[in-house]
């Protein structure tokens, strides 16, 4: 069974830029499509980014297109989330998810696997 583990979250101030990490153990990492969600206290769960398995296509939320970058790296089980021009509201914890079939979605729910979260928190 897939195991996720985020890193890299942390305390920066508006306009910095931030890498998220999402590591993988359990199963072949290259035949899951991964994904980036976030959760700001009181608010539902939000699309961030997805990847295809096989670096293939991406999808991005509205909100963060332009800004952030999905990337993976099979050989290393990890996929990253490159944040640049963080704002306020991009606060949140920030979540990785996998599932084990080459589509992404945006829904939550099309999601096997999660890891236990990151905290990105954006304030001067």
């Known amino acids: 069974q897939l195991q996720l583990v985020e890193s890299g979250g942390g305390l920066v101030q508006p306009g910095a830029s931030l890498e998220l990490a999402c590591t993988a153990s359990?199963?072949?990492?290259?035949?899951?499509?991964v994904a980036w969600f976030r959760q700001a206290p009181g608010e539902e769960r939000e699309f961030v980014s997805a990847?295809?398995?096989?670096?293939?296509?991406?999808d991005y939320g509205d909100s963060v297109q332009g800004r952030f970058t999905i990337s993976r790296d099979d050989a290393k089980n990890t996929a990253y989330l490159q944040m640049n021009t963080l704002k306020p509201e991009d606060t949140g914890i920030y979540y990785c998810?996998?599932?084990?079939?080459?589509?992404?979605?945006?829904?939550?729910?099309?999601?096997?696997?999660w890891g236990q979260g990151t905290q990105v928190t954006v304030s001067s």
């Open positions: 998810a996998a599932r084990n079939f080459g589509a992404i979605y945006k829904s939550a729910v099309r999601y096997n696997y």
């Open positions: 359990g199963d072949i990492f290259s035949e899951y499509s």
């Open positions: 990847i295809m398995r096989g670096a293939g296509r991406t």
